[in-house]
Nanobody
Framework: QVQLVESGGGLVQAGGSLRLSCAAS????????MGWFRQAPGKEREFVAA????????SYADSVKGRFTISRDNAKNTVYLQMNSLKPEDTAVYYC??????????????????WGQGTTVTVSS
């Protein structure tokens, strides 16, 4: 069983920045593929970013490329999402997800094995 706990959400003005963190339980965090997804009000959950076990492979949704950066610290069992140049359309609940199966970086929620409870990001115009 893997537990994921997100933090760092909040209210920010457009153009501002936030850094989300996701702390994971378990001794084998370095073997998990990790990802961030988000769900805006009235919309389906969508992929944001994902990172491989050692951080060598990263994938981003087109909507966040150049503005968001995913990273991980395996010594701290934590994955981060640095969000810059935030826009009102980035407003959503952000979820951390883990894929513990062998394979590759995942970009679809169906491949996630574990989810965090979510942290809310609100960007005002």
């Amino acid at each position: 069983q893997v537990q994921l706990v997100e933090s760092g959400g909040g209210l920010v003005q457009a153009g501002g920045s936030l850094r989300l963190s996701c702390a994971a339980s378990g001794r084998t965090f370095s073997s998990y593929f990790m990802g961030w997804f988000r769900q805006a009000p009235g919309k389906e959950r969508e992929f944001v970013a994902a990172i491989s076990r050692r951080g060598g492979t990263i994938s981003y949704a087109d909507s966040v490329k150049g503005r968001f950066t995913i990273s991980r610290d395996n010594a701290k069992n934590t994955v981060y999402l640095q969000m810059n140049s935030l826009k009102p359309e980035d407003t959503a609940v952000y979820y951390c997800a883990a894929d513990v199966k062998p394979g590759e970086v995942f970009t679809t929620e169906g491949k996630a094995d574990y989810w965090g409870q979510g942290t809310t990001v609100t960007v005002s115009s």
